[in-house]
């Protein structure tokens, strides 16, 4: 029997064993973590993470092949394969701090492996995590210097599931990608892991690379769908000086089957763990090899996407004359994305800390995310990153105390609130009773939909006075110029 084990029992970690033993019931797979929590929450009835359809994997294969421990040490040793899934998080201090990717826990995991395994079994060692390119080389050399015998072949195997969809994502990947030494034990470990997906992802899906091009291709994948979210909103700003509708330019643009129609959706702006992580990773990778232009192209993908987050906050400020102090608003989804209550880098963090220099009191809802996350991502100090960032007040503790409130649904958060804001693109806030909101709110009430997910038409037929990303503006805002 061929044992797997995973490094990271996180977002990645966890959904991608419990789908490789899913769908290979021959292969023990064990996730271990050093963290006691996560690792019983795995074991529980309520898994650590929010992602549809998981739980439902889980529950078929844990405790037959699928296991979640601390042993880490033992299970390490006792694996041929084992995957590393660590978090690799920016730099917030010493060389290339707010840019370079911090390689702690992957260095550690890489000593520990090194320190846990005997000659009588060689392993593979797969970078599950996004790493910069040529980290397998700095890996390979911790792992052989230290080597108590064991051959080891390091392959890169990166990630490229996306939150609220990882099952669907796992189960029909667009490509899983093998990088490897082309030696013969390279290729003959490329194969091994080919084997292990092969047995659910068609054969031509399966794309088999050297080293640097699978670490580079991760990097380069999530800064082409960021620079495609910061190009639409760029537009965005654009439609509303000027009458255009988003929705339509994407459509009509996104039609070309040269660009396609996907990752056009303007909003609020990106979020989530990965992307400006990455991209600020691959702006130091330029840096460091001498390409301070292509470095400044990348940057200013992360610069679009704090210019349409400010550029939010402004629009809601000035559209209430100029002054939010005091006033009650409610902001609808915390999470950076539907169906996850993951909030790593959400646009919320920095639209909230808007409204709170502006003295706003905000009320929150979203239903994946609790009282207490909200309250440490507020509270969090924020390190402040080399490219501009204009929102980032520190919460003092009677702040979040007196001014932000987590509640327990929409119509709690709008009731005589001045605004609402509406943040993440959940389904429920398509088919809100606005009406039944319009009334329990101060007039003139307004709406925000930094996720394009009301009919403005419908709203302003209530009453609502409303703003929608990249869409013609109502009157009011137009005698109200935001500026950014
Ligand atoms: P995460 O923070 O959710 O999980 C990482 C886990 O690793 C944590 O539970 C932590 O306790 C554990 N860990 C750290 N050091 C350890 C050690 N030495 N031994 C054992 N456990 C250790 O992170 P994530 O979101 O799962 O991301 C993991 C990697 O995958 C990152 O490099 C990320 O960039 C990449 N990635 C993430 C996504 C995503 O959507 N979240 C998608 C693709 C790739
Ligand atoms: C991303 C990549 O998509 C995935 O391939 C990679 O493995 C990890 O990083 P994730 O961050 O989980 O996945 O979610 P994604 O769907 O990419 O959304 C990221 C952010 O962009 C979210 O805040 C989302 O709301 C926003 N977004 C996405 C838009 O604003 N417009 C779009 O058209 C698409």
Redesign the pocket.
Known sequence: MVKICC???????GPTMAVIALKCPEIEVVV????EP?ISGWNSDRLPIYEPGLDDVVKQCRGRNLFFSTE?HRHVGEADIVFV????PTKTCGLGAGKAADLT?WE??AR?IADVSRSDKNKIVVE????PVKTAEAIEKILTHNSRGVKYQILSN??????GTAVKDLFSPDRVLIGGRETPEGREAVSALRNVYAHWVPEDRIIATNLWSAELSKLAANAFLAQRISSVNAVSALCEATGADVTEVAHSVGRDARIGPRFLTASVGFG???FQ??ILNLVYICECYGLPEVAGYWREVIRINDYQKSRFVNRVVSSMFNTVAAKKIAVLGFAFKKDTGDTRETPAIDVCRGLLRDKAVVSIYDPQVTEEQVHRDLAMKQFDWDHPRHLQPLISPSDLANRVAVVHDAYEAAREAHAVCILTEWDEFRNLDYQRMFDAMHKPAFVFDGRNVVDPAKLREIGFVVYAIGKPLDNWLKDMPAVA
């Open positions: 490094i990271g029992a996180g977002y990645v970690g271990v973590d050093i963290s996560r880490v899934s660590v978090n690799t826990y550690s995991a520990m599950k995590s996004t790493v990166p990630e490229f599931l996306a939150e989530g763990s990965c992580k990455d």
